[in-house]
Protein backbone atom coordinates (compact mmCIF):
# COMPACT_ATOMS: atom_id res chain seq x y z
CA UNK A 1 0.00 0.00 0.00
CA UNK A 2 0.82 3.64 -0.03
CA UNK A 3 0.35 5.89 2.92
CA UNK A 4 0.82 9.98 2.39
CA UNK A 5 1.15 11.84 5.30
CA UNK A 6 0.67 15.71 5.00
CA UNK A 7 2.17 18.20 7.59
CA UNK A 8 2.54 22.23 7.43
CA UNK A 9 -0.69 23.07 7.93
CA UNK A 10 -2.01 25.85 10.38
CA UNK A 11 -3.47 29.27 10.70
CA UNK A 12 -1.97 32.31 8.78
CA UNK A 13 -3.06 36.12 8.20
CA UNK A 14 -4.06 36.73 4.63
CA UNK A 15 -0.95 37.92 2.61
CA UNK A 16 1.04 35.22 4.49
CA UNK A 17 2.97 31.82 3.79
CA UNK A 18 2.88 28.20 4.35
CA UNK A 19 5.10 25.56 3.20
CA UNK A 20 2.96 21.85 2.91
CA UNK A 21 4.86 18.90 3.07
CA UNK A 22 3.24 15.19 1.97
CA UNK A 23 5.46 12.41 3.32
CA UNK A 24 5.05 9.27 1.16
CA UNK A 25 5.82 5.84 2.02
CA UNK A 26 4.76 1.58 1.27
CA UNK A 27 6.11 -0.79 -0.74
CA UNK A 28 3.62 -0.06 -3.27
CA UNK A 29 4.92 3.84 -3.55
CA UNK A 30 7.11 4.23 -6.81
CA UNK A 31 8.95 7.80 -7.74
CA UNK A 32 7.73 7.70 -11.27
CA UNK A 33 4.11 8.47 -9.14
CA UNK A 34 2.29 11.74 -10.04
CA UNK A 35 1.79 13.75 -6.91
CA UNK A 36 -0.36 16.78 -6.07
CA UNK A 37 -2.46 18.51 -3.99
CA UNK A 38 -6.22 19.22 -3.79
CA UNK A 39 -8.42 21.43 -1.43
CA UNK A 40 -12.02 21.40 -0.07
CA UNK A 41 -13.01 24.05 2.19
CA UNK A 42 -16.89 24.05 3.91
CA UNK A 43 -19.95 23.46 2.11
CA UNK A 44 -17.74 22.66 -1.20
CA UNK A 45 -16.73 20.12 -3.52
CA UNK A 46 -13.14 19.40 -3.88
CA UNK A 47 -10.61 20.74 -5.88
CA UNK A 48 -7.46 20.68 -7.54
CA UNK A 49 -4.32 22.42 -6.47
CA UNK A 50 -1.54 21.53 -8.20
CA UNK A 51 0.19 18.59 -9.38
CA UNK A 52 3.85 17.39 -10.41
CA UNK A 53 5.21 14.34 -12.46
CA UNK A 54 8.24 12.13 -11.46
CA UNK A 55 10.50 14.44 -13.98
CA UNK A 56 9.16 17.79 -12.64
CA UNK A 57 6.59 18.92 -15.21
CA UNK A 58 3.61 20.77 -12.86
CA UNK A 59 0.12 22.15 -13.56
CA UNK A 60 -1.54 24.87 -11.53
CA UNK A 61 -5.52 25.50 -10.92
CA UNK A 62 -5.93 28.90 -12.49
CA UNK A 63 -6.82 30.43 -9.08
CA UNK A 64 -3.29 29.94 -7.51
CA UNK A 65 -1.05 30.42 -10.32
CA UNK A 66 2.02 33.00 -9.49
CA UNK A 67 1.40 32.10 -5.46
CA UNK A 68 1.64 28.28 -4.78
CA UNK A 69 4.71 26.35 -6.24
CA UNK A 70 4.70 23.13 -6.08
CA UNK A 71 7.96 20.37 -5.84
CA UNK A 72 9.15 17.33 -5.21
CA UNK A 73 12.51 15.44 -3.74
CA UNK A 74 12.62 11.92 -4.68
CA UNK A 75 15.57 10.87 -2.18
CA UNK A 76 12.96 11.84 0.47
CA UNK A 77 9.78 10.59 -1.12
CA UNK A 78 8.39 14.11 -0.52
CA UNK A 79 6.34 16.66 -1.95
CA UNK A 80 5.81 19.87 -0.61
CA UNK A 81 3.54 23.23 -1.79
CA UNK A 82 5.25 26.65 -0.81
CA UNK A 83 1.78 29.40 -0.89
CA UNK A 84 2.59 32.90 -0.94
CA UNK A 85 -0.07 35.75 -0.89
CA UNK A 86 -2.40 33.54 1.14
CA UNK A 87 -5.75 34.87 1.13
CA UNK A 88 -9.33 33.78 3.14
CA UNK A 89 -10.71 32.02 0.21
CA UNK A 90 -7.72 29.64 0.59
CA UNK A 91 -8.89 28.27 3.49
CA UNK A 92 -9.34 24.36 3.53
CA UNK A 93 -8.17 21.24 4.24
CA UNK A 94 -5.24 20.17 1.81
CA UNK A 95 -4.79 16.94 0.72
CA UNK A 96 -2.04 15.44 -0.77
CA UNK A 97 -2.86 13.00 -3.75
CA UNK A 98 -0.47 10.07 -5.83
CA UNK A 99 -1.84 8.84 -9.01
CA UNK A 100 -0.28 6.03 -10.64
CA UNK A 101 -0.19 8.26 -14.02
CA UNK A 102 2.40 10.19 -15.41
CA UNK A 103 0.94 13.01 -15.66
CA UNK A 104 0.92 16.43 -13.06
CA UNK A 105 -2.68 17.01 -14.45
CA UNK A 106 -4.21 15.66 -11.74
CA UNK A 107 -7.41 17.19 -11.93
CA UNK A 108 -8.16 16.56 -15.11
CA UNK A 109 -11.84 15.64 -15.60
CA UNK A 110 -13.03 12.23 -14.86
CA UNK A 111 -9.35 11.67 -13.64
CA UNK A 112 -9.79 8.95 -10.58
CA UNK A 113 -6.66 9.37 -7.40
CA UNK A 114 -5.29 6.12 -6.71
CA UNK A 115 -3.90 7.34 -3.19
CA UNK A 116 -5.34 10.17 -1.04
CA UNK A 117 -3.88 11.76 2.74
CA UNK A 118 -6.10 12.53 5.49
CA UNK A 119 -5.54 16.08 4.90
CA UNK A 120 -4.18 19.33 7.03
CA UNK A 121 -6.42 22.34 7.70
CA UNK A 122 -4.91 25.70 6.45
CA UNK A 123 -7.05 28.75 7.59
CA UNK A 124 -6.03 32.35 6.62
CA UNK A 125 -7.76 34.93 8.61
CA UNK A 126 -8.61 38.78 6.73
Known amino acids: QVQLVESGGGLVQAGGSLRLSCAAS?????????MGWFRQAPGKEREFVAG???????DYADSVKGRFTISRDHAKNTMYLQMNSLEPEDTAVYHC???????????????????WGQGTQVTVSS
Open 97 to 115: AADKGTSASLGAPRKRIDY
Open 26 to 34: GRAFSPYYA
Open 52 to 58: INWSGST
